[in-house]
């Protein structure tokens, strides 16, 4: 049963990235409130993670890991590293070092 429900998550990723669902989530990281920046982080690490383990394109990159780079999001996710808040930095901080230092980048 775990199996299904693993393979549930991933259709639901991809749905999310295909509906460009991921521009909402980007959008979040504008918000000035702690607990709308701390979902959508979650929510945009969750979906990074995914799309390098299971939708990665014919080229073997991760397709949102582009897509932030083509709408300068990851701009956005920078400036988040200089939170006052720990965890926004913290989660900000992993995103940036797993999928977009430039010896990383998918």
Same mark, same amino acid.
């Given at each position: ?6 393979? @549930? ?13 991921? @521009? ?5 990281? &504008? ?29 073997? &990159? ?5 897509k ?7 701009? &956005? ?9 720990? &965890? ?6 992993k995103?940036?070092?797993r ?8």
């Open positions: 049963m775990s199996n299904l429900t693993t393979v @549930d998550k991933h259709n639901i990723a991809k749905i999310i990235f295909d509906e460009n669902i991921l @521009d909402y989530i980007c959008y979040a990281l &504008k918000s000035s409130k702690n607990d709308v920046l701390l979902v959508a982080l979650e929510a945009l690490n969750r979906l990074l993670e995914y799309g390098e383990t299971y939708f990665r394109d014919s080229n073997g &990159k991760n397709p949102v890991v582009w932030i780079l083509e709408t300068k999001y990851v701009q &956005k996710l920078e400036e988040l590293q200089m939170s006052q808040s720990n &965890k926004i930095y913290e989660i900000s901080n995103i940036i070092e999928f977009f230092d430039s010896e990383n980048a998918n």
